[in-house]
């Protein structure tokens, strides 16, 4: 893993406008998630959102829904709509030019757990506040605990924010959402993503059985001419950011050839998947995410 950030001031502009568009995505989940609303048809709508905006994207639009922290997106065939009840974090991002976007707030459909979602901002809103060059990372950590933990709730301790480099979502360092002692210092000039989560869980995610986000790993030999048609597909068109099958599901007829080529993709270690992950006592989970230029004497946000 690369530290992250150290943009060259062309790619900085391109952040820029990948983290303006980003945010643009999330205005529009913010409008189009209702009660009863598809996910489906609400992620189809931001995808093409940014498409016809001139962008890629930086990962599959993720809407993971009450206990569910992070990964869930919908499947091709995805029939699931919205409850009024619903505790939904969209976290998503735009990508050109290898620049990658990485944002998230959560809508609370039923108004009941503000308190929650509130908890997960004002801890984003106060990390953000004490972010410059040389801050040691622990120092945010404690800052989104401390937060978190005034409202009534805990962080998510093994979730958190990081560096985002060239083509490279999560890379040094990794920012706790917790003191863990780490002294590495943040440097001026250095592209990040905060991401507190609250909880009234037990504060840690673990996986789910549910797949539909891949990356690719490697080319691997197989004798399933679906997989192999996936896997080239998969390799011209994202070999360095996630992908969705759903993404894939123009290639083939049936959605038994969609998943069973997916599956034998991963059998054989071509890709891997990034399974949608659950708080593991079923808490209540809100996140918010924001991406931020390190400066000398503060940071430049760039999700706006
Ligand atoms: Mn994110
Ligand atoms: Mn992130």
Redesign the pocket.
Same mark, same amino acid.
């Given at each position: 893993m690369e530290k992250g950030g150290f943009l060259n001031e062309e790619q900085i502009k391109t952040a820029e406008a990948v983290g303006s568009i980003s945010y643009k995505m999330l205005e529009l989940a913010r409008s189009k998630i209702k009660e009863g609303a598809r996910l489906l048809d609400v992620a189809n709508e931001i995808e093409k959102y940014a498409k016809d905006s001139g962008y890629e994207l930086a990962f599959p639009v993720n809407m993971s829904i009450n206990e569910y922290a992070a990964h869930y997106t919908p499947t091709a065939f995805d029939d699931k709509v919205f409850g009024k009840n619903d505790v939904v974090k969209v976290?998503l991002?735009a990508k050109k030019d290898g620049v990658l976007g990485?944002? /998230?707030i959560t809508i609370d459909l039923s108004g009941e757990n503000q308190k929650l979602v509130d908890a997960s901002k004002e801890a984003l809103d106060n990390a953000i506040s004490k972010v410059k060059a040389g801050v040691k990372i622990s120092e945010i950590g404690r800052i989104v605990d401390e937060t978190i933990r005034s409202k009534g709730f805990v962080p998510i301790k093994n979730l958190g924010g990081h560096g985002v480099g060239l083509h490279d979502l999560h890379a040094e360092p990794f920012i706790p959402n917790y003191d863990n002692g780490d002294d590495t210092e943040l440097e001026e000039g250095m592209v990040i /993503?905060l991401?507190p989560f609250a909880t009234n869980g037990k504060g840690y995610v673990v996986n789910s059985d549910i797949f539909e986000i891949y990356g690719y790993i490697e080319d691997a030999p197989t004798r399933d001419q679906n997989a192999r048609k996936m896997l080239a597909e998969v390799k011209s068109r994202y070999e360095h950011e996630p992908f969705a099958v759903r993404w894939l599901s123009g290639l083939f007829d049936s959605r038994f050839s969609l998943y069973s080529a997916a599956r034998e993709l991963m059998r054989v270690g071509a890709i891997e998947a990034y399974p949608a992950l659950v708080e593991s006592g079923k808490g209540m989970v809100a996140q918010t995410?924001a991406e931020m230029l390190v400066e000398k004497d503060g940071c430049r946000v760039l999700t706006k």
């Open positions: 976290d991002g990485d944002c /998230a /993503a991401e995410e």
